[in-house]
């Protein structure tokens, strides 16, 4: 029988280089203490970021009442005008800025918002910079996309915050393209301040070097509020997200703030990756603003975890500072382990506690921190607490 010259061998074709990213280890420790979990292990999650609340009540009615015999379509690609114009108020009425719901693009979550804004931004072999300890996604995505990423180290007595002498130094050694920060920050809960956000702005404006601000945990602070970068510049390219702040993770909605050049480029990028975001979560997530009470109650209660936690883990040998934000805390471990994936497989296999490595959000010295997410229910957080104490003893 003659062979099909059409027809390939499946385990000869290659995969592509782009595809070779790293994983994302939060989701590998969630897929395994979930397995666990179904193996009737007894399991405290405290290595995903994402809210133990459920969306507001409000948000639910909206998307049940629009199911009811209205056609659930495809929407204009940058999202509903209702919504943009929503998302638009929000920053007059939280930050006091003046944004047109025109720059404003939703977005299929905030991770959708990160590859339009790189697509639109930056061409392959482009050079960005990004905090060490930071959000793993972003080095995926950018490497994925053909994009260098220049690593910019961070250190505890800074607050593990980027400064604009950080980006300039970067800059000048060999030209960056754009960089990328976030505030609060994942890992680490760190907070900048205005002014250390409008000396970025300044500088990478002076320099011609993009901005990307992450914006998704404002909201999550725990004491000042957390400024907009847009405050200090019309060229900053915002993302943020319903996730966090306002409890809708699996709804996948966020958004871009863009300069006015960039929103075309983005909207035919968006017509073609994605035709348009869900719009049953466009529909809820244009009614959460409303629902601030049942917010604030949320944070009240990570407020609560957060210093259940940081009361105890001192007590156990663990190294932290208290975050401004997020529902993070970054510890070092380094008194117990300088193998952060090797601690975090012991701890869940031995005391059912699920944290994340922090080799997730530093490849060169993550091997002597976690991570742990203080944002389910108070009774986990104090388990979690007891059983760490009790393994560690």
């Not at 049942?294 to 007590?315: K, T």
Request: one cysteine or more; glycine letters at 8%; charged letters at 25%.
């Amino acid at each position: 029988m003659t062979k099909d010259p059409l027809l390939v061998d499946s385990s000869r074709v290659p995969l592509s280089r782009r595809s070779n990213v790293a994983p994302f280890m939060a989701l590998d420790v969630l897929a395994s203490a979930t397995r666990r979990a179904r193996e009737g292990q007894d399991i405290v999650h405290l290595e995903i970021g994402e809210p133990g609340a459920p969306p507001p009540r409000g948000v639910r009615d909206a998307a049940i009442a629009a199911l009811d015999g209205r056609k659930i379509g495809y929407t204009e690609a940058l999202g509903r005008p209702e919504l943009r114009a929503r998302i638009a108020r929000h920053y007059y009425d939280t930050y006091g800025v003046t944004v047109p719901p025109e720059r404003i693009a939703v977005t299929t979550g905030s991770s959708a918002g990160f590859a339009l804004a790189f697509l639109a931004l930056f061409d392959p072999g482009a050079r960005v910079a990004i905090a060490a300890p930071g959000y793993p996604a972003y080095r995926n995505i950018l490497e994925a996309f053909g994009i260098e990423t220049v690593t910019i180290e961070t250190a505890r007595a800074d607050r593990f915050t980027m400064t604009a002498t950080m980006i300039e130094a970067k800059h000048r050694a060999k030209k960056l393209d754009g960089i990328l920060l976030m505030s609060p920050a994942n890992p680490t809960g760190m907070m900048m301040s205005g002014d250390e956000l409008r000396g970025i702005a300044e500088t990478c404006d002076r320099l011609g070097v993009a901005f990307i601000s992450d914006e998704v945990y404002h909201g999550l602070t725990y004491g000042e509020a957390a400024e907009t970068a847009l405050k200090f510049s019309s060229n900053v390219i915002v993302a943020n997200s319903f996730s966090k702040y306002f409890c809708m993770t699996g709804w996948r909605i966020g958004w871009l703030v863009l300069p006015e050049h960039f929103v075309r480029p983005v909207e035919r990028l968006q017509q073609s990756l994605s035709i348009s975001v869900p719009f049953l979560s466009q529909i809820g997530a244009e009614v959460v603003f409303d629902a601030q009470d049942e917010l604030q109650a949320v944070l009240a209660g990570y407020a609560r975890n957060r210093n259940i936690l940081l009361n105890e883990l001192p007590g156990i040998g663990f190294d932290v500072l208290a975050a401004d934000g997020s529902f993070y805390l970054y510890a070092d471990i380094s008194r117990f382990s300088d193998n952060s994936l090797d601690f975090c497989a012991r701890l869940l296999d031995a005391a059912g506690v699920a944290t994340t490595p922090g080799l997730d959000f530093d490849r060169r010295r993550g091997t002597s921190a976690i991570r742990l997410s203080f944002a389910g229910p108070e009774g986990d957080i104090i388990e979690a607490a007891r059983r760490l104490k009790a393994w560690l003893r």
